[in-house]
């Protein structure tokens, strides 16, 4: 997997590096590996950006490069020249050796070439950027951004927060949208969720030689099936349902029975030994497509087979597979009945293998009593639940949060471009409070987990985005809960599984518009089987 590195982490490495090299050697390649990805694309005539830090100096560097490469390289010189670091001004003096003209900022209008191969290089920002850009930094990336060829921003786009993959100063701020982004050192995190994710294009790392360090002091990793190989395992020829573990989906209210049906066909495809289906409402009969999907209907009052929603442990525990295997997905089409909410109290003790989605999670955010049931989990010995909530169910968990932790009870609760602001920070968050996996979706999905560990998801897209796919999600993820012991890398196979099936459906033609939540299970079948086939 690729390691991430967050702001503060870059430093040290960076610091310790230009304590040990001569000056200039980590400018010296970082310009190198601009001017060689620069070369790579389609374009003849360059025009550098260079802010006064040391992305500034990375840009003159690249410029004398393209320059001794016989390409036409200007550069745009923002900030005062006589205030650089010891570093950006030599780098500023080996463009003036070479004859390469430097121009001031105002000259930006003028050079932008849209009637030729023109690649613009941002080099205007770097990671220290603290607030909006202003004044004719703007200017310029308001320019930039409508200029027709290709951008390439070193390190960051400028405007991006590496670590939270925000635009500085929100709905103030602005963003170069590059076409590719070279970063240095290491990958950073805000270049994979959020807007970060928009912003970035493609994103290559440049380690400059420091490959090693910056894989020692990271934190946080991109997902990728090297994290989660054991869940890709060939089955074994002796092979039978039970070591498969049962799936019992919980959800199906009155008006949303599909919720239930979509999990328990994702369950089912993705692996799972035996799937029930417990709604709350009338339980279909069978399901005419997947017949194998066993009904079942939770009673209001008492009564068996089946659930009781009165809270005591015999109900709940008659559907709960046996500890050695089987999973529990509460919360697809579940609803947020008092019904709803008894039966999760009574659920939450008792369950090990255990996903929470949708409702199930607006209940728990709504619900002090349930807060607590749910971080009490790490002290009974039960594996951490996974909690798979889009970006206002996490909004509400996290205004929760923050007022049993006795926040401001009178701020108004959060909203979900606030989750957004910092999606890594708020999965952590969510994770440590309630001792539980916490996959966060959206654009760039996270995986926290209580320890610390977090992993950015780089599948999935637009397509995606429609209803019941979340639903999908769930039942896959209980699938690999009901065979596998690790709920964090469940979470992070299922993000990722999830995602790639989807990528791999656009391709085919199936999407990004009008994908259908239920022809996703299919398609993680297929991978699921291409992955995980006997060499």
Not at 234 to 260: E, F, Q, V
Not at 398 to 427: E, F, I
């Amino acid at each position: 997997m690729t390691p991430l590195l967050t702001l503060a982490q870059l430093r040290a490495v960076e610091t310790a590096a230009q304590a040990a090299l001569p000056a200039r050697t980590l400018m010296s390649r970082a310009g190198a590996a601009i001017a060689d990805a620069a070369l790579a694309l389609d374009a003849d005539d360059f025009l550098l950006l260079a802010g006064p830090g040391n992305n500034g100096g990375d840009a003159f560097e690249a410029a004398a490069r393209l320059h001794r490469a016989g390409r036409r390289a200007t550069v745009l010189a923002f900030g005062d020249l006589g205030r650089l670091t010891p570093d950006s001004a030599g780098a500023v003096a080996l463009c003036r050796a070479a004859g390469l003209p430097i121009r001031p900022a105002a000259d930006l209008v003028g050079l932008l070439r849209p009637d030729r191969r023109q690649c613009v290089i941002d080099g205007l920002f770097g990671i220290g950027l603290q607030r909006a850009p202003g004044g004719e930094y703007r200017a310029a990336i308001e320019r930039v951004n409508a200029h027709p060829g290709p951008v390439l921003a070193i390190d960051l786009p400028s405007g991006i927060d590496g670590d939270s993959g925000a635009v500085v100063g929100g709905a103030d701020g602005i963003a170069v949208r590059a076409t590719l982004t070279v970063t240095m050192i290491g990958d950073k995190p805000g270049l994979h969720t959020g807007a970060g994710l928009v912003h970035a294009g493609r994103v290559t790392v440049a380690p400059i030689g420091l490959d090693t360090e910056a894989a020692a002091a990271a934190s946080a990793w991109l997902n990728a099936p090297d994290g989660f190989a054991a869940l890709l395992a060939p089955r074994a020829l002796d092979s039978h349902k039970g070591n498969s573990g049962d799936l019992r989906i919980i959800g199906g209210s009155a008006g949303m029975t599909g919720a239930a049906v979509l999990a328990a066909r994702a369950g089912l495809l993705a692996g799972a030994g035996r799937v029930f289906a417990h709604t709350l409402a009338d339980a279909p009969a069978y399901d005419p497509i997947h017949p194998e999907i066993m009904w079942r209907p939770v009673p209001a009052e008492g009564g068996s087979p089946g659930l009781k929603a009165g809270g005591e442990a015999a109900g709940p525990a008659s559907v709960i597979a046996p500890p050695a295997s089987g999973a529990l997905v509460i919360g697809p089409g579940l609803g947020q009945s008092a019904e709803a909410r008894d039966l999760l109290a009574a659920l939450l003790p008792v369950a090990d293998r255990l996903v929470l989605d949708a409702d199930a999670l607006n209940l728990v955010a709504a619900t002090p009593a349930l807060q607590a049931a749910l971080a009490a989990r790490a002290g009974t010995g039960l594996r951490p639940a996974v909690l798979t909530p889009h970006p206002l169910e996490a909004a509400r968990l996290l205004a929760a949060t923050r007022a049993s932790d006795g926040a401001a009870r009178a701020a108004p609760p959060p909203d979900a471009g606030l989750v957004n602001a910092d999606r890594p920070a708020v999965a952590a968050e969510l994770a440590r409070h309630y001792a539980s996996v916490v996959a966060l979706k959206g654009a760039g999905t996270v995986v926290a987990a209580p320890d610390g560990r977090l992993r950015i998801n780089p599948t999935g897209n637009p397509a995606l985005a429609t209803g019941g796919t979340g639903d999908v999600l769930a039942g896959l993820a209980g699938a690999l809960l009901a065979r596998d012991d690790d709920a964090f890398e469940v979470a992070c196979a299922a993000v990722w599984l999830h995602g790639r099936a989807a990528d791999e459906l656009v391709a085919a033609g199936i999407g990004p518009v009008g994908l259908a939540a239920g022809e996703l299970a299919p398609a993680i079948r297929t991978l699921l089987n291409r992955l995980t086939r006997p060499a």
